[in-house]
């Protein structure tokens, strides 16, 4: 595959990853006294509710446009390992067995971009292009 094969097929991956997200930011914020009820119910502070919409919203819109990608897959993927523990360790409950298995596969997949990078369809990559043109124009 060329390289802008390869570059179009990241940013789908991109909107894939950061879609999941937005999706779930979203639905917090629509059912954000039930989805605050449940944190605390897990023995999590309902004031984190906030901080917890904040970095599934900004990471998801981050992701997609491809600006600090690798950081922000770090952080996203940090954010599904500590989801997975907090809300999904119950090992002998099957469904929840599953969901913490999806939160560690959705993290596996965000590393795998953090160590591929977001390809040249994104604003990391046009930050790149610019230093490359200003260094050869030196």
Not at 44 to 53: E, M, N, Q, R, T
Not at 73 to 99: E, I, K, M, P, Y
Request: with cysteine; aromatic share 10%; glycine share 12%.
């Amino acid at each position: 595959m060329d390289e802008t094969g390869e570059s179009s097929v990241l940013l789908v991956a991109r909107f894939l990853m950061g879609s999941l997200f937005l999706w779930s930011g979203i639905g917090q914020v629509q059912g954000y006294d039930e989805t605050a009820i449940f944190l605390t119910r897990h023995g999590v502070i309902g004031g984190l509710l906030p901080i917890a919409i904040f970095v599934e919203l900004a990471g998801a819109v981050l992701i997609i446009a491809g600006y600090r990608t690798r950081f922000i897959c770090l952080v996203l993927a940090g954010f599904c390992v500590v989801t997975a523990l907090l809300f999904h360790a119950n090992f002998a409950d099957r469904a929840q067995v599953f969901h913490f298995l999806k939160n560690a596969a959705i993290a596996g997949g965000l590393l795998s971009l953090y160590v591929s990078g977001p390809g040249r369809l994104s604003f990391d990559a046009m930050g790149t292009r610019e230093d490359q043109e200003k260094s050869a124009s030196r």
